[in-house]
């Protein structure tokens, strides 16, 4: 099955550092969402995007929806001890026959955070 | 956080049991999914359900089956568990006119030896 490319695949930072993950595929998708998950739980969502360009933000998260449709950032200001985890992005195609609207996911950038 | 819940959370099997984990909501969505994750190859979508007794295969449907009787549970079957078989399984759901964004439950960590 297809999934997306996402980079870098780990980063080890210093806390108050700012973080940049991008994630790119061959194919367009009309949605765009990014998860965090932490060391035993599912992925929580942080953000969605849903048009090409949108930007979008969440306290110190911020988002992109590329305008070619294939790729989406993610950026972390200011980075804290809790902002460890594992970031992974989603492509989804709204409205495809049959139900389901998939997700395709990105395999994941490991964020480290050093005090 | 979105009401879902997986039971067990754990388990432990052998080899060519069966096992069925269950995956129950509290939200009323229509969509349900069953994902699997594992080192290296990320989250890969098993079944899905878009409403009560409607399922479908996703990429990684092989020897695992599914059923939906109400809106709230959605229950994943494994009629014989293999090694391979040894993962994390992940329930999500999602509703229309939400933007489809899905939730994901806390997760089931199944070993087969």
């Known amino acids: 099955g297809q999934q997306l490319n996402q980079s870098p695949q780990s980063m080890f930072i210093q806390e108050g550092e700012d973080v940049s993950m991008n994630c790119t595929s061959s194919?367009?998708?009309?949605?765009w969402l990014w998860y965090k998950q932490d060391p035993g739980e599912g992925p929580v969502l942080l953000i969605a995007?849903?048009?090409?360009?949108e930007l979008t933000s969440n306290g110190r998260l911020t988002a992109q929806f590329g305008i070619t449709r294939k790729d989406s950032f993610l950026n972390i200001s200011a980075s804290i001890p809790s902002d460890v985890g594992i970031y992974f992005c989603?492509?989804?195609?709204?409205?495809?026959?049959?139900?389901?609207?998939?997700?395709?996911f990105g395999t994941g950038t490991q964020l480290k955070v050093e005090l | 956080d979105a009401g879902i819940t997986q039971s067990p959370r754990h388990k432990v099997t052998e080899t060519g049991t069966p096992v069925t984990l269950r995956c129950h909501q509290t939200?009323?969505?229509?969509?349900m999914y069953w994902y699997r994750q594992d080192p290296g190859h990320g989250l890969r979508l098993i079944h899905y359900?878009?409403?009560?007794?409607?399922?479908d295969k996703g990429e990684v449907s092989d020897g695992y089956s599914v059923s939906r009787s109400k809106t709230e549970d959605f229950l994943l079957t494994l009629e014989s568990a293999t090694s391979s078989q040894t993962s994390v399984y992940f329930c999500?759901?999602?509703?229309?006119?939400?933007?489809?964004?899905?939730?994901f439950g806390p997760g089931t960590r199944l070993t087969v030896t």
């Open positions: 359900s878009y409403g009560v007794k409607d399922t």
């Open positions: 999500a759901i999602s509703e229309l006119g939400a933007g489809y964004e899905q939730y």
């Open positions: 939200e009323n969505h229509r969509y």
């Open positions: 989603a492509g989804q195609l709204r409205g495809a026959t049959g139900g389901g609207n998939k997700l395709t």
């Open positions: 995007l849903y048009k090409a360009g």
């Open positions: 194919s367009i998708f009309n949605t």
